[in-house]
């Protein structure tokens, strides 16, 4: 299993960035997919995450309206839509199969 997380970089607040989670040895399909993010000297948070079957999405209320979490199943791919970031969305963001595997994260970085 595998989980490969691309897309972070440096945007100014109120910009957007679209992050992916590309997965190998397991099909996203199959399984409850998230994103989770730590910032600096904070505990690792939830922040959005889809289910294997009917597509219904949770999202943390501090990202809700501005994130959307999707996946392509003919991709084996999670993506995570952010828009209108704050400083406050600075973290390292990471992917999720399951209650399992993680990702190595992608740094997220909200500063003008």
């Known amino acids: 299993v595998q989980l490969v997380e691309s897309g972070g970089g440096l945007v100014q607040p109120g910009g957007s960035l679209s992050l992916s989670c590309a997965a190998s040895g397991f099909s996203v399909s199959n399984y409850l997919m998230s994103w989770y993010r730590q910032a600096p000297g904070k505990e690792r948070e939830l922040v959005a995450s889809?289910?294997?079957?009917?597509?219904?999405?949770e999202y943390a209320d501090s990202v809700k309206g501005r994130f959307t979490i999707s996946r392509n199943n003919a991709k084996n791919t999670v993506y995570l839509q952010m828009n209108s970031l704050k400083p406050e969305d600075t973290a390292v963001y990471y992917c999720r199969q399951g209650l399992g595997y993680w990702g190595q994260g992608t740094q997220v970085t909200v500063s003008s």
């Open positions: 889809i289910t294997s079957a009917g597509r219904s999405t």
